[in-house]
């Protein structure tokens, strides 16, 4: 794993390199303290991602098995949502998924970040982020 930053995106040659990303990407704003992995119940872990960057909001469709599952707390905003598929600028629709939590002084979640690689090119991109504004948040960990 190591991140690439010497050309227009850093690019990742792992789903690792999403830990270091989203933590540097939040680093000056709502620091990620916490990152967790999306995988699917069929032990897959390879998605394409439908976002609402405006709303706040995201589903993920399991690139093997074609399970779609609403990231954190999604289902809440959806039916608001007008969901564009995430393209990488290379035309990849495959992606590796990471959430990156960011905590109140009181440990609940303050903010979601996604962050996504393409799987053919290693492009580290974040899709989408929100905030959370409501307790408790420990399920959200659980939702990624
Ligand atoms: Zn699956
Ligand atoms: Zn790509």
Redesign the pocket.
């Known amino acids: 794993m190591s991140i690439d930053r010497s050309g227009e995106y850093w690019t990742g040659t792992g789903a690792g390199d999403l830990d270091e990303y989203l933590r540097e990407l939040t680093a000056d704003g709502y620091p990620a303290d916490r990152i967790v992995h999306a995988r699917?119940?069929?032990g897959?872990d390879r998605f394409e991602l439908l976002v609402d960057a405006n709303e706040g909001c995201a589903q993920r469709a399991?690139s093997?098995?074609?399970?779609k599952h609403f990231i954190c707390d999604s289902e809440e905003y959806w039916s608001d949502a007008d969901p564009e598929e995430t393209a990488c600028p290379c035309g990849g629709t495959a992606f590796e998924i990471a959430v990156g939590f960011s905590h109140r002084a009181d440990a609940s979640v303050k903010w979601i970040t996604v962050g996504q690689r393409c799987t053919k090119c290693g492009v580290l991109g974040a899709a989408v982020d929100w905030k959370v504004d409501y307790g408790p948040t420990e399920q959200l960990y659980d939702q990624v």
């Open positions: 699917c119940g069929c897959h399991c093997s098995c074609g399970r």
